[in-house]
C-alpha cells in the first residue's frame, strides 16, 4: 500500500485505501483491521492503478508465540471498493462483526455468515 504495488508474504496490494475500521471480524478475541481500495479516488487519470478492482478486505491478526504479530488478508469483495467510510459493527444483533461500505459504486452491506474464529467474511 505505498506509492506501487509490489507482492508482499500474502500477494495482497492494493492503493488509494481510504478508510479502516477495527473489530473482532471472525470471535477470536482479537482487533482485527477492515479496509479496501477506493475506486478513483482523485479521478481516472488521477490514481495509481485507477482501474484495479475496488476491493474490500479484513486483515486477521494472528498472534504468534515468539510475540510476532502478522495479518492475515481476506478478500470480502472485489467489486464494490470502500470510500472515505467504512464499518465494521454487529448490524443484525447475531453476535457477528458485519462490513458496511459506502462507494462511488453504491452502499454495500456485508453480513457475516461464519461464526466459528477463523472463518471469514467473504470467502
Same mark, same amino acid.
Given at each position: 500500500?505505498?506509492?506501487?504495488?509490489?507482492?508482499?508474504? #500474502?500477494?495482497?496490494?492494493?492503493?488509494?485505501?481510504?478508510?479502516?475500521? #477495527?473489530?473482532?471480524?471472525?470471535?477470536?478475541?482479537?482487533?482485527?483491521?477492515?479496509?479496501?481500495?477506493?475506486?478513483?479516488?482523485?479521478?481516472?487519470?488521477?490514481?495509481?492503478? $485507477?482501474?484495479?478492482?475496488?476491493?474490500?478486505?479484513? #486483515?486477521?491478526?494472528? +498472534?504468534?508465540?515468539?510475540?510476532?504479530? +502478522?495479518?492475515? $488478508?481476506?478478500?470480502?469483495?472485489?467489486?464494490?471498493?470502500?470510500?472515505?467510510?467504512?464499518?465494521?459493527?454487529?448490524?443484525?444483533?447475531?453476535? +457477528?462483526?458485519?462490513?458496511?461500505?459506502?462507494?462511488?459504486?453504491?452502499?454495500?452491506? #456485508? +453480513?457475516?455468515?461464519?461464526?466459528? $474464529?477463523?472463518?471469514?467474511?467473504?470467502?
Amino acid at each position: 500500500m505505498s506509492d506501487h504495488s509490489r507482492e508482499e508474504e #500474502f500477494g495482497v496490494a492494493f492503493t488509494q485505501p481510504h478508510a479502516l475500521d #477495527f473489530a473482532d471480524i471472525n470471535g477470536d478475541g482479537l482487533t482485527d483491521v477492515v479496509t479496501g481500495k477506493r475506486m478513483w479516488a482523485h479521478g481516472p487519470d488521477g490514481d495509481i492503478e $485507477p482501474n484495479a478492482p475496488p476491493v474490500v478486505y479484513w #486483515f486477521e491478526l494472528e +498472534r504468534r508465540d515468539d510475540g510476532a504479530v +502478522r495479518f492475515i $488478508p481476506h478478500l470480502v469483495d472485489s467489486h464494490s471498493g470502500v470510500g472515505v467510510q467504512i464499518l465494521a459493527e454487529d448490524i443484525n444483533d447475531d453476535g +457477528r462483526v458485519d462490513i458496511l461500505t459506502a462507494s462511488k459504486l453504491g452502499v454495500f452491506v #456485508f +453480513r457475516n455468515l461464519n461464526s466459528a $474464529p477463523g472463518n471469514s467474511t467473504g470467502d
